[in-house]
Nanobody, 124 residues
Framework: QVQLVESGGGLMQAGGSLRLSCAASGRIFVGGTMGWFRQAPGKERVFVANIRWNSASTVYASSVKGRFTISRDIAKNTLYLQMDSLKPEDTAVYYC?????????????????WGQGTQVTVSS
């Protein structure tokens, strides 16, 4: 089992920045992919970004490309999401996810492990 714990959410004004962290523990996998999803009120959970753990190759949703940066620290088993130029439409619960699948794509069904989520609220 892999346990994922997110932190770093909060309230921010539009145009500001936040950095989310996701600490992974338990059965740490040396391959696979980790990613971030988000769920806005009344909407489905959607893909934000992912990163291959070994190669650091990244994929971003078009809505966040150029504003958000996903990264990982292998030594700390921690995933990050740097969010810049925040917009009110970025308001959502952000979830960290992990999968042993190397190229899982953007579908949440391909991810086996999930964190509990952290709230990000962006005011206008």
């Amino acid at each position: 089992q892999v346990q994922l714990v997110e932190s770093g959410g909060g309230l921010m004004q539009a145009g500001g920045s936040l950095r989310l962290s996701c600490a992974a523990s338990g059965r740490i996998f040396v391959g696979g992919t980790m990613g971030w999803f988000r769920q806005a009120p009344g909407k489905e959970r959607v893909f934000v970004a992912n990163i291959r753990w070994n190669s650091a190759s990244t994929v971003y949703a078009s809505s966040v490309k150029g504003r958000f940066t996903i990264s990982r620290d292998i030594a700390k088993n921690t995933l990050y999401l740097q969010m810049d130029s925040l917009k009110p439409e970025d308001t959502a619960v952000y979830y960290c996810a992990a999968t042993t699948v190397i190229i899982p794509g953007t579908s949440e069904s391909r991810y086996q492990y999930w964190g509990q989520g952290t709230q990000v609220t962006v005011s206008s």
